[in-house]
């Protein structure tokens, strides 16, 4: 009993001491709610002092209240969101959620003891707000499980603003130190500044004498660019145009309306600028070098803000123009030559590295022609350096006004000079040669004492004969002493055989003019034969010229010569009255049967009067257009659209045509689609090779085959063969041409085979 009794009182105690430890417990939780609580309060009082918004959020629940500065600060009313989770969920920029959750669950779950993150979130009317959000985890129920999170937002845009600035302002510092191109540098500055503030447009003008070049506008459209570049400025044009010409600031606020606009305003309306602020951009000592624009899509005049920007703005380019401007002025100073103002030796090596990559690359041709003066020295010597330099300077100044502006002409140093030409078309650096040692030997007054300049030209191909600028030099310098030795007063190429030939076409060349009328020309006559009816069914005509001094020449080297100087169509229009007057000739002497084939030179086709070249030469002869047949090469087709109109005419004229040389070309029987011809006439390479090349012989096959399908008649020429004579009679070819039958001849030897129909025999 005692025990129990002992047992009673012990377990009275105990209860008693668990009663006054969980009133204590108690009272320490009523106390923490309390404080808590008034913590919140005043928490929550200190926000609304604060321009703070303020969140609280329920775990459980995921209702979230916001207050109404928290709403306001992305620009939205009180009742327009919804006190939920999904609210911040929408808002929050996606980029940024995932971070700000894992932040939040660190902090929940103790890893970090406090919360804090930086986030952007999207403004009712589009931009970005940057927000710091800072939470408090108010803990209840004894679990210690977290139940609510109650934090704040604070709109920190302007600071991270001036972050971003900073930090690309430091970038474009860099920029100018490290020495990167100004457009580069232009582009950033204006970047900066518009994404500074939303809306805004920069652009750079550069000022050169009284022009306003375009510098950088990276968000202004092209066309806008291209019109005001090349602007003079002036007393009231435009924004930058004005501040260029007075020095000072422009702030205009409604280029519509303004007065200084009126002139150039129809550049910008379109593009919607409305209103434009321009700040002159000056050097170091005040000088303008140009100007820096703002724009915007509605009328304004800038704030405080902008104004600041504007001048900063332009400061920060004066230094990158500035700076440009004196490395263009090195880099003039070190590229022209002094004396001449043409490039310099140290230019025209780089220049000439330069087109030999760019020439590698794409497989190109360039010549170089190494110019010296004949006996320089004695100028020099007799009438003292001041005339030599007044000398050089005229060189130079007829080597310019030779030459075309794709030329490069540079002065070696001395009396050398030196030129790099594309060649563009045959014998052009001859040509180039050829004029420069005509225009440098003209006469010339210096001191009252006239003087003939006379040069040498060496010239030197790349890569024929040099592959790198000293191989290319060193050929230069050889050419140039073989001129020497032949004579001076002359050009000469690394080639020998190229010296000679070019002197040929030049001599071709100037005898050609007079060809016609000194009556150095003839025509012979080839006949194309029908193979099954054994006919001749016409002659083809073709071109000789006979020279006193340079013999016979070839028709195929004077024909391009002709189209080149411009004298294709009187030879042409002599060949076609001398071929159809033949033509009548034999019509009369009993050959009724007979056409005329008469070749025409593509460069002729497109000439303005070509048609009716071609209709006053039969009119006036007095053949019918059928008897007359044209042959043209098929790349006529692909070079010009316009010549399939010419085809059209002549074929409404009635006139045949055939196609020369098929086969050859890129396109054939796709060029067939645009043209209606008569004939296709089979090129020589593909007879000569059609007995050994089975390839050959199948492609003649289908060239026949596909064409009789299309509609045309087929003359295959160049046969010089009984073999080759009966594979195209095989072949279903009908008409054909060559040695086999006839060389070309004269008229007489061709009425001669007419008459003893030698060609029948032939055909057995
Ligand atoms: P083409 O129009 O292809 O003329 C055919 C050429 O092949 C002619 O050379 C002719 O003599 C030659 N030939 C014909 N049959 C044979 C053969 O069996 N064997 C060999 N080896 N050759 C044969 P030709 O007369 O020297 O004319 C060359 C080119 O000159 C012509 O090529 C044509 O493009 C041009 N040509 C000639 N006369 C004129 C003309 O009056 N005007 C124009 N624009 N070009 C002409
Ligand atoms: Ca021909
Ligand atoms: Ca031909």
């Known amino acids: ?213 375009h510098g950088g506008a990276p968000s202004l459209p092209q066309e806008y660019c291209e019109a005001v570049h090349g602007l003079e400025n002036g007393p009231s044009v435009g924004s930058c145009g004005t501040s260029t010409f007075t020095g000072q600031r422009v702030l205009v606020e409604n280029i519509e309306t303004d007065p200084k606009w009126a002139k150039i305003k129809q550049f910008a309306l379109p593009h919607g600028m409305r209103c434009c602020w321009s700040e002159p951009i000056k050097n170091s000592s005040g000088k303008v070098l140009g100007a820096f624009g703002m724009y915007y899509n509605h009328p304004a005049l800038p704030d405080e803000k902008e104004l600041k920007d504007l001048i900063s703005a332009a400061r920060l380019t004066g230094i990158v123009m500035e700076r440009d401007q004196a490395q263009k002025r090195i880099r003039m100073l070190a590229y022209t030559d002094e004396l001449t103002g043409l490039a310099s030796r140290a230019y025209f090596i780089q220049h000439t590295e330069e087109i030999t990559k760019s020439s590698h690359r794409h497989g190109h041709r360039f010549g170089l022609l190494y110019i010296d003066l004949d006996d320089f020295k004695c100028v020099n010597d007799s009438l003292g350096h001041d005339a030599g330099d007044l000398l050089l300077k005229t060189i130079a100044q007829r080597l310019l006004t030779t030459c075309r502006e794709t030329d490069f002409i540079a002065r070696l140093g001395g009396d050398e000079f030196c030129i790099l030409i594309e060649e563009v078309e045959d014998d052009y650096a001859a040509n180039v040669a050829k004029r420069c040692l005509e225009a440098i030997s003209q006469p010339i007054e210096i001191y009252s004492r006239k003087l003939t300049p006379a040069c040498s030209i060496g010239i030197a191909y790349y890569p024929d004969d040099g592959e790198n600028l000293s191989a290319l030099l060193k050929a230069g310098d050889i050419s140039l002493y073989t001129a020497k030795e032949n004579g001076k007063n002359q050009y000469a190429f690394y080639k020998a055989e190229l010296t000679h030939k070019a002197e040929y076409r030049f001599q071709i060349e100037q005898n050609l003019r007079e060809a016609i009328e000194k009556q150095q020309l003839s025509l012979v006559y080839q006949p194309q034969i029908n193979i099954n009816s054994g006919e001749i069914f016409g002659v083809e005509a073709l071109l000789r010229w006979y020279h006193p001094q340079l013999g016979q020449v070839a028709p195929n080297e004077f024909v391009a010569i002709a189209e080149r100087i411009g004298m294709i169509k009187p030879l042409t229009e002599w060949v076609l009255r001398t071929a159809c007057s033949q033509l009548v000739a034999w019509k009369k002497a009993g050959f009724q049967q007979l056409r005329m084939a008469v070749n025409i030179s593509p460069s002729l086709f497109l000439d303005q009067g070509f048609v009716l070249l071609v209709k006053r030469s039969i009119d006036e002869v007095g053949i019918a257009p059928a008897e007359l047949e044209l042959e043209v090469t098929e790349g006529i087709v692909q070079t010009d659209p316009r010549n399939l109109t ?36 089979i090129d020589k390479y593909f007879v000569d090779d059609m007995l050994t090349d089975k390839k050959t012989l199948t492609l003649v096959s289908s060239m026949v085959e596909m064409g009789q399908k299309l509609g045309y008649g087929i003359i295959a020429e160049g046969v010089e063969t009984l073999e080759q004579l009966d594979i195209l009679k095989n072949l279903g070819c009908e008409i054909v041409q060559g040695y086999l039958f006839s060389k070309p001849a004269g008229a007489d030897s061709i009425s001669e085979l007419m008459n003893s129909q030698t060609h029948k025999a032939i055909l057995g």
């Not at 085809?647 to 054939?668: M, N, P, R, V, W």
């Open 1 to 213: 009993m005692g025990n129990a009794k002992q047992t009673k009182s012990q377990l009275l105690e105990e209860l008693q001491q668990l009663r006054s430890e969980l009133t204590a417990v108690k009272l320490t939780a009523e106390k923490r709610t309390h404080e808590l609580y008034v913590s919140e309060e005043r928490f929550s009082l200190a926000m609304r002092g604060a321009n703070d918004g303020l969140w609280d959020w329920d775990l459980e629940t995921d209702d979230v209240y916001y207050s109404p500065r928290w709403k306001s600060m992305l620009g939205y009313e009180e009742s327009e969101l919804e006190n939920n989770l999904n609210t911040w969920g929408s808002l929050v920029n996606p980029g940024d959620k995932a971070v700000v959750l894992e932040k939040v669950q660190d902090y929940l779950d103790g890893r970090k003891d406090s919360f804090e993150v930086e986030m952007r979130m999207r403004h009712k009317d589009g931009h970005e707000v940057f927000v710091l959000s800072r939470a408090l985890l108010v803990t209840r129920g004894s679990d210690d499980k977290p139940v609510r999170l109650v934090g704040t937002h604070v709109d920190i845009t302007e600071r991270k603003k001036a972050e971003a600035y900073d930090s690309k302002q430091a970038g474009i510092l860099e920029m100018i130190a490290i020495g990167r191109p100004a457009a580069e540098i232009y582009d950033a500055i204006a970047l900066m500044y518009e994404s500074r503030h939303p809306g805004m447009r920069c652009s750079m003008l550069e000022l050169s004498g009284n022009k306003l070049l």
């Open 646 to 681: 010419v085809f059209q005419d002549l074929k409404d004229l009635g006139i045949l045509l055939s196609i020369d040389d098929f086969g050859t070309g890129y396109s054939s029987f796709a060029s067939l689609k645009h043209l209606q011809a008569d004939y296709l006439k």
